[in-house]
Each structure stands twice: as structure tokens, then as C-alpha cells.
């Protein structure tokens, strides 16, 4: 009676094989490129999330704050010194210009280096509402 039920297993792995074979042997689909390009600037979550570095030029607080490591007091220093850590990343090495902002070691520098691009430049186009008072 085993050997029954061991060729009625084999004949169902067989029967379920041939009739996915095509699937196993056709090519992958194609990837579509719009898949590559990165999330906007205003986007930290999403460019974090898939992979891409986050450029400092146009980070905040908040976004900033979304690195492992970083607090609140270390994402304020880095914004205000961010022009300052950019123009010494074009001269030095990363590391090095990181090393301006206060309470940032080389330890410290090499793990957020992973994270942060501080050659990039972007302009995000805001929108401000202009009140007038005057009737």
C-alpha cells in the first residue's frame, strides 16, 4: 500500500512540474527604469528606504534625525555648519570635513558616511504663502 501512495505522490509532483515548467524556464521580466530613480529630495524616508543616500545639502532636523545615531543636538549642529562640512568634503576627505561639526569622532563620521552624501547639491522649489494685511 506504500509504494501506492509514494508513485501517487511522484505522479502529482510530476503533473504539477510540467504544467509550471514554463514558468521556471521563461525569462524574468523586464525591470522597468523608472524602478532606479530615486525618491525626491523632500523624500528622506523614501531615499533612505531604497537604498540612497541622503545629500546634506537639502536635509533637516527631522530627516536627519531619521539616521541611527544621530540626535536632536547632533542634527542641529550639522545643519548649522552644513555649508561648512560641504565646502571641506570638496577639499579634504568625508570623514575629515564631518569631523567640524562638534561631537562627531571618526567613528562616528565613518557610519554616517553610509547615509550621507555631502557633495550633492539640490534646490527644492518651496512655496510660500505670502499674507498681506493690506485690504
Known amino acids: ?3 501506492r501512495h509514494t508513485a501517487l ?19 524574468p521580466p523586464p525591470i522597468e ?24 545639502s537639502c536635509a533637516n ?3 536627519l534625525e531619521l539616521l541611527k ?7 542641529f549642529e550639522l545643519v548649522a555648519k552644513r555649508y561648512e562640512i560641504m565646502r571641506a568634503a570638496l577639499n579634504e576627505s568625508p570623514a575629515a570635513a564631518l569631523g567640524k561639526a562638534r561631537g562627531i569622532g571618526d567613528t562616528t563620521a565613518a557610519k554616517l558616511l553610509k547615509y550621507l552624501d555631502l557633495t550633492e ?7 510660500f504663502e505670502v499674507w498681506n494685511d493690506r485690504p
Request: hydrophobic share 45%; glycine share 4%; net charge negative.
Open 33 to 56: 527604469p523608472s524602478w532606479f530613480i530615486p525618491p525626491p529630495h523632500d523624500d528622506p524616508e523614501g531615499r533612505l528606504a531604497m537604498g540612497f543616500k541622503l545629500p546634506l
Open 121 to 127: 547639491r539640490c534646490e527644492i522649489s518651496e512655496e
Open 69 to 75: 545615531g544621530v540626535s536632536d543636538t547632533l542634527a
Open 9 to 27: 505522490s511522484l505522479l502529482i509532483l510530476l503533473c504539477f512540474l510540467t504544467t509550471r515548467m514554463y514558468l521556471l524556464l521563461s525569462p
Open 61 to 63: 532636523v527631522w530627516s
Open 1 to 3: 500500500m506504500s509504494w
